[in-house]
């Protein structure tokens, strides 16, 4: 199970641009990498999933470099609202590895400021 | 089309006393998550359910912790002779299908929040 590590916490300011990046070293070559936002007293909601190069929604953008061992989420420019945890997932798998569901990290507590 | 339903939003219960989370998954989705997630913590996983059977509970505490997903109805999880410990928001996520390589997206509900006093 890959292992990602991101930023504990990052602060921007309203109208910025804010990219959160996320290292994971061990990726499989199967595993997709996804990200939630989760605001305070709410479930994660998805944002973006890719695999390679770049996607883009109407939300975010993610970037995956050539060797797939870090993205980067783009949030372009953020307003009060997007203050929340950002968490980086990679595959999908059990803690027994028999089945597939999502694991959350830590994440990355987003704060923005006006 | 409704999200995923939780209820009761808030839970309050003495110790010793049973809890008892109710999921209601989206319309279509036959498969459900249970995650718990402790006070400034991330969330961990704790059981995969399909329509009646239990697909995976190695993240599940092996006493007084039980799920279930009827072939009609909520899931359940069902908490017995609740701790202090055990006070935490409970989170439920369903899917259409199970998640895979390329659909790693699923919907959560807006959680329970166990108190335990």
């Known amino acids: 199970l890959a292992k990602t590590t991101q930023p504990i916490s990052m602060d921007s300011y309203e109208g910025q641009e804010v990219n959160i990046t996320c290292s994971h070293n061990n990726i499989a070559t199967n595993d997709y990498i996804t990200w939630y936002q989760q605001f305070p007293s709410q479930g994660p909601r998805f944002i973006i999933q890719?695999?390679?190069t770049k996607v883009t929604n109407e939300v975010a953008s993610l970037f995956i470099p050539a060797d797939r061992k870090s993205s980067t989420l783009s949030l372009p420019r953020v307003s009060l609202s997007d203050t929340a945890v950002y968490y980086c997932l990679v595959g999908a798998r059990t803690l027994s590895g028999s089945a597939r569901q999502l694991t959350f990290g830590s994440g990355t507590q987003l704060t923005v400021l006006p | 089309n409704a999200g995923v339903m939780q209820n009761p939003r808030h839970l309050v219960r003495r110790r010793g006393q049973e809890a008892r989370l109710r999921c209601s998954p989206m319309k279509g989705h036959s498969h459900v998550y249970w995650y718990r997630q402790l006070p400034e913590e991330g969330l961990k996983f704790m059981v995969y359910l399909q329509k009646e059977n239990i697909i995976d509970e190695s993240g599940m505490p092996k006493e007084r912790f039980s799920a279930e997903f009827p072939k009609e109805g909520p899931s359940i999880l069902r908490i017995q002779q609740v701790v202090r410990g055990d006070s935490a928001a409970y989170f439920c996520?369903?899917?259409?299908?199970?998640?895979?390589?390329?659909?790693?997206?699923?919907?959560f509900g807006q959680g329970t929040r166990l108190t335990v006093v």
């Open positions: 890719g695999y390679k």
């Open positions: 996520a369903s899917s259409p299908g199970g998640l895979g390589r390329g659909n790693t997206e699923a919907f």
